[in-house]
């Protein structure tokens, strides 16, 4: 088989990628155990409701999100997952299967675990500053309208790239050419749009809407704490 030229192909990996791929892949194989195991706990939590809980965590929306979540991660920790592949080899190899399967997992892993994030974002707002909630069934349409519009958004660029150079090593990992920058920039923006900021350690960077979020939970906290202590006392009584 034929493989692209380099540096669309590694063959051999450069020795101080090596290392790097270590890493990468060891990170991956925790992330991948760790998102599969809180996958299962909740989904056996979900199938065996009346053995922990009276009420069905099935309407639980905030627990719905985070198991979305959490099977958009599992995308992302398989595809860097597929590194193991590249160090036993010593090669990453386009066009091949695992570099196209890894391409498009870190693709439509990065689109669907910035969208749900947004989307965790957005319900706390939803609750906690509007006090308001959606309907279930509205909720659930939500669900599969950012399924569908992630897998929409990553099958894009197959179909209009097919039988070309889309796939290939960018470095430690497969995605797509730098030829298509246009497709390469808008996931890299949407994704980080999606998530607010580059920062997600500090608050400030992290886009208007987790900002305003938390602006109003420390003034809660902090008119709680001023008020409490007054609402509790008790006047004694006039002899």
């Given at each position: 088989m ?7 192909t ?8 090596r ?18 195991a809180?996958?299962?706990f ?10 922990y809980?009276?009420?069905?965590l ?12 959490l099977?958009a ?11 193991l592949?590249w160090?036993?080899?010593?090669a ?17 892993g ?27 069934k509205?909720?659930?349409w939500?669900i ?18 097919s039988?070309?150079?889309l ?6 990992w497969?995605?797509?050419s ?6 390469v920039?808008?996931?890299?923006s949407?994704?980080?749009a999606?998530?607010?900021g ?11 809407l ?30």
């Amino acid at each position: 088989m034929a493989y692209y030229p380099f540096p669309q192909t590694l063959d051999p990996l450069p020795a101080h990628l090596r290392p790097g791929l270590v890493v990468i892949s060891v990170a991956a194989l925790f992330s991948l155990v760790g998102t599969v195991a809180a996958t299962g706990f909740i989904c056996y939590r979900l199938f065996n409701r009346k053995r922990y809980q009276a009420a069905p965590l099935r309407y639980n929306q905030s627990l719905i999100l985070i198991l979305n979540l959490l099977v958009a991660d599992m995308q992302q920790a398989l595809s860097f997952a597929f590194s193991l592949h590249w160090l036993r080899s010593d090669a990453i190899l386009a066009p091949t299967t695992i570099c196209n399967a890894q391409g498009w997992l870190v693709q439509v892993g990065d689109v669907s675990s910035g969208l749900f994030t947004l989307a965790i974002a957005l319900q706390i707002f939803y609750i906690i500053v509007l006090q308001r909630k959606l309907e279930y069934k509205t909720f659930l349409w939500c669900i599969g309208g950012i399924w569908a519009f992630c897998l929409l958004i990553s099958i894009v660029s197959p179909v209009l790239h097919s039988g070309e150079q889309l796939f290939v090593s960018a470095g430690a990992w497969c995605w797509i050419s730098d030829k298509y920058h246009g497709e390469v920039s808008f996931v890299l923006s949407f994704r980080r749009a999606a998530c607010g900021g580059a920062d997600p350690s500090d608050p400030a960077s992290s886009g208007p809407l987790p900002l305003d979020l938390l602006v109003r939970v420390r003034a809660d906290a902090a008119l709680l704490q001023f008020v409490s202590p007054v609402s509790r006392r008790v006047e004694p009584s006039p002899r």
